[in-house]
């Protein structure tokens, strides 16, 4: 796959999910890929792509002979995806001890990164480093399987829609410095319980957004997840 077609994927990506957040394109919202193919000037391939990854991340359904529409689906899957990070980072940040200097400076260069975003009120910014550090704790811990399936699940799509509809826009910094510090002590133990309880608060949040839905009654969109 060329640069080019992948970074078109990307882009018809980002802006489907936008609009899925944004609410221009509602559970239901059926796309197709010429549509879509002559907005973007591309050829239907990176199109397809696209709307793969994102049927994949269960925020798109393909319906025989009908296309691809945008899907409403519950918590439950967000909520799973959330419990199988969990587990890997806390698992990851005991392994990557001892450390290598190198990997601290670029986790405190993520923090520095973060606060900067923060004080811009860039939500995507911020979120892009926040991505970057979670992942790069995964990657210190040396271990291809739990890179490989933290990677699979597309966080920097789930960490959008997250800042979007359970609003986590600068939280957690001390909690991340606190990480820091403790794998910069070999503390690997103590930074795994750190993580485990960023992402235990995110998934008490969702647990909160599905009693709320299940007390209105109504099913709840890709957008809201």
């Known amino acids: 796959m060329g640069i080019h077609r992948t970074c ?19 559970p239901g919202t059926h796309l197709k890929e010429m549509a879509l193919a002559r907005e973007f000037n ?19 359904e393909a319906e025989r002979y009908r296309g691809t529409r945008v899907r409403t689906i519950d918590l ?14 806390e698992s990851a940040a005991r392994l990557a001890v001892p450390c290598a200097e190198s990997d601290l400076v670029q986790l405190e260069s993520d923090l520095k990164l973060m606060q900067r975003a923060n004080r811009e009120h860039d939500k995507d910014a911020f979120m892009d480093h926040v991505v970057n550090f979670h992942r790069h ?10 890179l490989r399936a933290w990677e699979h699940m597309a966080w920097d799509i789930r960490a959008r829609i997250a800042v979007q509809r359970i ?26 319980r750190l993580l485990r309880q960023i992402l235990g608060e995110l998934l ?3 647990a909160q957004m ?6 209105g009654g109504d099913g709840v969109s890709a957008a809201r997840a």
């Open 76 to 89: 439950d899957e967000l909520r799973e995806a959330y419990e199988l990070r969990a587990a890997i980072e």
């Open 42 to 60: 591309v050829s239907q391939a990176p199109v397809r792509e696209a709307l793969r990854e994102l049927e994949a991340l269960g925020l798109l």
């Open 8 to 26: 078109m994927r990307d882009q018809i990506r980002n802006a489907i999910v936008s609009r899925i957040l944004d609410g221009s394109a509602p």
């Open 167 to 192: 609003g986590l826009i600068g939280l957690f910094n001390d909690e991340r410095r606190d990480i820091v510090g403790a794998l910069r002590a070999g503390d690997g133990e103590k930074a795994g």
């Open 137 to 146: 704790i995964v990657q210190m811990s040396r271990n291809s399987l739990y």
């Open 210 to 215: 599905q009693q709320s839905a299940s007390a």
């Open 204 to 206: 008490a949040r969702l």
